[in-house]
């Protein structure tokens, strides 16, 4: 194999070029990204860069003598059109096309946009120049604050803009954020973090579409919901979800079903192609989180030069979250019909208590998950355990 190309710029592709010289590939290495940013570390956008903590420097996942180390052509600011299979070519949007043996597909997830949502004043945030431009009106004087989704990035962006003393309201489609990655009972303990910050948590709630000031160029002025009411609004930030980046390759011949199908290993349908990261439906899920991006590359990367499934990329899913001065960890592989017992710490008016909660999901006599609040250390002990214990095939939850 003597060209690999890593399609996308990424943390997952960054980690994937990494094990490329690490595992000894010495050929020719090319790494294209849609953004013209090197790679950088997408947590803090909702954190500590949007409430000015930490810089577009403080960012930065690679320097110059690492790049230097790396010896790969760099094409940024350019996205990829097509996968050309039979000529084994990246086929890039100015026209220009990569040669290549090999591909590891790291294009990552794109904001879900909701109807209408390209209106000065509503944002989606998901890149650096999305935070960009977020930051500069969350810092040009107080804003009333509507966030549409209690996710993970709604919560934390809202939690961010609270900080900075904004009026802040969260709209949530369903009874309760987090039921999905958390639960009932754990969900309504983090939403009750939102009520104790002064945050207002609107839920069972659809958005039916925005209001717009009269005057050029329509400014947003509210958020409508379907049961009638306008929430008002100078800034609304969108962040229900996110659609895996696999546009480019819908005559590619690759499966494509929520992401890029691979097997156990990020082994794809197409000879020498592999898929890492957001975009990656590996074993029959696609994880969304850091973890998942940086452990996934070594196996692909594995089983790439090998040229077949050598080894597989099932780590116990791990993601965490801060939120209003709280850390969320959590640990397993949840399913519904699990019990939750928290085994350490207790609750305060329905939020975690002084010195916050390790809680335990079980089925049966078994640990299947763990979730802690500023509990970092009972949180790792059990950790180590469940990687221990789990079954590596046992499908994620989602």
Not at 56 to 75: P, V
Not at 188 to 209: D, F, S
Not at 229 to 242: D, F, H, K, S, T
Not at 297 to 307: M, S
Request: proline share 6%; with cysteine.
């Amino acid at each position: 194999m003597r060209t690999v190309t890593v399609v996308g710029a990424s943390l997952s592709g960054l980690y994937a070029a990494r094990e490329l010289r690490a595992q000894g590939f010495d050929g020719r290495l090319v790494i294209v990204g849609d953004e013209r940013h090197l790679p950088y570390d997408r947590p803090p956008l909702s954190k500590d860069f949007l409430t000015g903590h930490a810089g577009e420097d403080q960012l930065a996942l690679t320097d110059a003598e690492e790049r230097a180390e790396l010896d790969a052509a760099w094409i940024l600011g350019c996205r990829a059109r097509r996968l050309d299979t039979r000529s084994r070519a990246v086929v890039l949007h100015d026209g220009r096309t990569v040669p290549t043996d090999g591909v590891v597909i790291a294009t990552g997830a794109s904001a879900r946009c909701l109807p209408g949502d390209r209106l000065p004043g509503v944002h989606t945030l998901r890149s650096l120049d999305d935070a960009r431009a977020l930051r500069a009106e969350l810092t040009a004087g107080p804003r009333r604050v509507v966030v549409v989704g209690g996710g993970f990035v709604g919560a934390e962006t809202a939690s961010s803009c609270t900080a900075l003393g904004h009026d802040v309201t969260v709209v949530e489609a369903a009874p309760l954020p987090l039921v999905p990655q958390l639960g009932t009972e754990m969900a309504a303990v983090c939403a009750a973090l939102h009520r104790r910050a002064g945050t207002r948590l609107v839920t069972g709630a659809a958005v039916a579409g925005f209001r717009v000031s009269g005057a050029a160029p329509g400014a947003v002025t509210g958020v409508a919901l379907r049961d009638g009411r306008v929430l008002p609004a100078e800034v609304v930030i969108v962040g229900i979800g996110a659609v895996p980046n696999t546009g480019w390759l819908a005559d590619s011949g690759l499966r494509l079903q929520d992401g890029v199908v691979c097997d156990d290993g990020c082994v794809t349908a197409l000879p020498n192609v592999v898929a890492v990261g957001d975009v990656a439906q590996v074993g029959g899920g696609r994880a969304e989180h850091w973890t998942s991006a940086t452990e996934q590359p070594r196996a692909a990367v594995a089983n790439l030069l090998a040229g077949r499934t050598v080894e597989t990329a099932r780590p116990l899913p791990y993601f965490w979250s801060d939120q209003y001065g709280a850390r969320i960890q959590f640990a397993g592989r949840r399913h519904s019909a699990d019990t939750v017992r928290i085994v350490e710490g207790d609750l305060d008016d329905g939020a975690p208590a002084a010195g916050g909660l390790l809680a335990l999901y079980e089925r049966g006599d078994r640990t299947t998950a763990v979730l802690s609040v500023n509990r970092p250390r009972p949180f790792m002990r059990v950790r180590r355990e469940l990687a221990r214990t789990a079954d590596p095939v046992e499908p994620a939850s989602r």
